[in-house]
Protein backbone atom coordinates (compact mmCIF):
# COMPACT_ATOMS: atom_id res chain seq x y z
CA UNK A 1 0.00 0.00 0.00
CA UNK A 2 3.15 2.21 0.04
CA UNK A 3 3.34 2.52 -3.57
CA UNK A 4 -0.36 3.83 -3.96
CA UNK A 5 -0.93 7.54 -4.67
CA UNK A 6 -3.52 9.45 -4.01
CA UNK A 7 -5.57 8.46 -7.75
CA UNK A 8 -5.71 5.07 -6.29
CA UNK A 9 -7.29 6.15 -3.44
CA UNK A 10 -9.81 8.05 -5.56
CA UNK A 11 -10.42 5.16 -7.82
CA UNK A 12 -11.24 3.62 -4.51
CA UNK A 13 -13.72 6.11 -3.02
CA UNK A 14 -15.22 6.57 -6.60
CA UNK A 15 -16.10 2.66 -6.85
CA UNK A 16 -17.70 2.75 -3.93
CA UNK A 17 -19.79 5.15 -4.50
CA UNK A 18 -21.18 3.72 -7.89
CA UNK A 19 -21.61 0.78 -5.96
CA UNK A 20 -23.78 2.61 -3.00
CA UNK A 21 -25.72 4.48 -6.10
CA UNK A 22 -26.05 1.06 -7.82
CA UNK A 23 -27.68 -0.23 -3.99
CA UNK A 24 -29.63 2.90 -3.99
CA UNK A 25 -30.71 2.67 -7.55
CA UNK A 26 -31.97 -1.12 -7.24
CA UNK A 27 -33.72 -0.16 -3.73
CA UNK A 28 -35.22 2.81 -5.67
CA UNK A 29 -36.58 0.01 -7.99
CA UNK A 30 -37.99 -2.42 -5.02
CA UNK A 31 -40.28 0.34 -4.47
CA UNK A 32 -41.51 1.05 -6.85
CA UNK A 33 -40.16 4.04 -8.67
CA UNK A 34 -38.84 4.15 -12.50
CA UNK A 35 -35.55 2.39 -13.43
CA UNK A 36 -33.88 2.44 -16.74
CA UNK A 37 -32.56 -0.78 -17.48
CA UNK A 38 -29.63 1.14 -19.17
CA UNK A 39 -28.93 2.87 -16.74
CA UNK A 40 -28.14 -0.47 -14.38
CA UNK A 41 -25.86 -1.55 -17.42
CA UNK A 42 -24.03 1.65 -17.37
CA UNK A 43 -23.26 2.40 -13.61
CA UNK A 44 -22.32 -2.26 -13.63
CA UNK A 45 -19.68 -1.16 -16.53
CA UNK A 46 -18.71 2.21 -15.11
CA UNK A 47 -18.00 0.11 -11.81
CA UNK A 48 -15.81 -2.33 -13.63
CA UNK A 49 -14.21 0.19 -15.32
CA UNK A 50 -13.14 1.81 -11.56
CA UNK A 51 -12.12 -1.10 -10.43
CA UNK A 52 -9.29 -1.54 -13.54
CA UNK A 53 -8.32 1.88 -12.37
CA UNK A 54 -6.99 -0.18 -9.46
CA UNK A 55 -3.87 -2.06 -11.18
CA UNK A 56 -1.77 1.03 -11.30
CA UNK A 57 -0.81 3.18 -14.38
CA UNK A 58 -1.20 1.46 -17.47
CA UNK A 59 -2.12 2.38 -20.81
CA UNK A 60 -5.48 2.00 -21.09
CA UNK A 61 -6.44 3.14 -17.33
CA UNK A 62 -6.51 6.52 -18.81
CA UNK A 63 -9.35 5.74 -21.07
CA UNK A 64 -11.27 3.27 -18.37
CA UNK A 65 -11.55 5.94 -16.01
CA UNK A 66 -12.70 8.86 -18.94
CA UNK A 67 -15.38 5.83 -19.83
CA UNK A 68 -16.81 5.65 -16.00
CA UNK A 69 -17.00 9.30 -15.45
CA UNK A 70 -19.09 9.47 -19.18
CA UNK A 71 -20.89 6.06 -17.87
CA UNK A 72 -21.88 7.52 -14.57
CA UNK A 73 -22.80 11.41 -16.12
CA UNK A 74 -25.12 9.30 -18.29
CA UNK A 75 -26.69 7.78 -14.98
CA UNK A 76 -27.13 11.03 -13.18
CA UNK A 77 -29.02 11.99 -16.63
CA UNK A 78 -31.39 9.30 -16.45
CA UNK A 79 -32.18 9.50 -13.06
CA UNK A 80 -32.91 13.08 -12.83
CA UNK A 81 -34.98 12.75 -15.60
CA UNK A 82 -36.45 9.53 -14.39
CA UNK A 83 -37.40 10.49 -11.40
CA UNK A 84 -38.17 14.67 -12.29
CA UNK A 85 -41.77 14.12 -11.59
CA UNK A 86 -41.56 12.70 -8.31
CA UNK A 87 -39.07 15.83 -7.00
CA UNK A 88 -41.93 17.93 -8.99
CA UNK A 89 -44.89 16.46 -7.24
CA UNK A 90 -42.91 16.66 -3.85
CA UNK A 91 -41.91 19.94 -4.06
CA UNK A 92 -45.63 21.03 -5.05
CA UNK A 93 -47.69 18.71 -3.37
CA UNK A 94 -49.78 16.93 -5.91
CA UNK A 95 -49.38 13.68 -7.30
CA UNK A 96 -50.31 13.29 -11.13
CA UNK A 97 -47.71 10.44 -12.48
CA UNK A 98 -44.98 10.15 -10.08
CA UNK A 99 -43.95 9.32 -6.52
CA UNK A 100 -43.73 12.19 -4.34
CA UNK A 101 -42.52 9.77 -1.60
CA UNK A 102 -39.39 8.68 -3.85
CA UNK A 103 -38.32 12.39 -4.52
CA UNK A 104 -35.62 11.80 -1.43
CA UNK A 105 -34.48 8.94 -2.84
CA UNK A 106 -34.20 10.59 -6.30
CA UNK A 107 -32.30 13.52 -4.89
CA UNK A 108 -30.00 10.78 -2.70
CA UNK A 109 -29.25 9.08 -5.92
CA UNK A 110 -28.15 11.99 -7.74
CA UNK A 111 -25.88 13.49 -5.05
CA UNK A 112 -24.17 10.17 -4.76
CA UNK A 113 -23.89 9.82 -8.16
CA UNK A 114 -22.43 13.44 -8.75
CA UNK A 115 -20.26 12.84 -6.10
CA UNK A 116 -18.72 9.68 -7.59
CA UNK A 117 -18.12 11.78 -10.85
CA UNK A 118 -16.36 14.63 -9.20
CA UNK A 119 -14.06 11.77 -7.72
CA UNK A 120 -13.79 10.05 -10.56
CA UNK A 121 -12.59 12.74 -12.11
CA UNK A 122 -10.35 13.30 -10.19
CA UNK A 123 -8.20 10.01 -10.07
CA UNK A 124 -8.22 10.70 -13.63
CA UNK A 125 -5.64 13.41 -13.19
CA UNK A 126 -4.10 11.98 -10.50
CA UNK A 127 -0.97 9.62 -10.75
CA UNK A 128 -2.14 6.02 -9.10
CA UNK A 129 1.18 4.73 -7.91
CA UNK A 130 4.40 6.30 -6.60
Not at 66 to 95: K, P, Y
Not at 109 to 120: C, D, E, P, R, S
Request: charged share 10%; hydrophobic share 60%; proline share 1%.
Amino acid sequence: MKSKAAGFYFACIAAVLAVATLVITLVYGGRGGQVNTLAVVALVAAIVCLVSLFFGERIWTDFTGIIAAALLAFVLMRVLTDGVWNIAESINGIQMVGHPELAGMNILMAGVNLAAIVVTILACFTKKSK
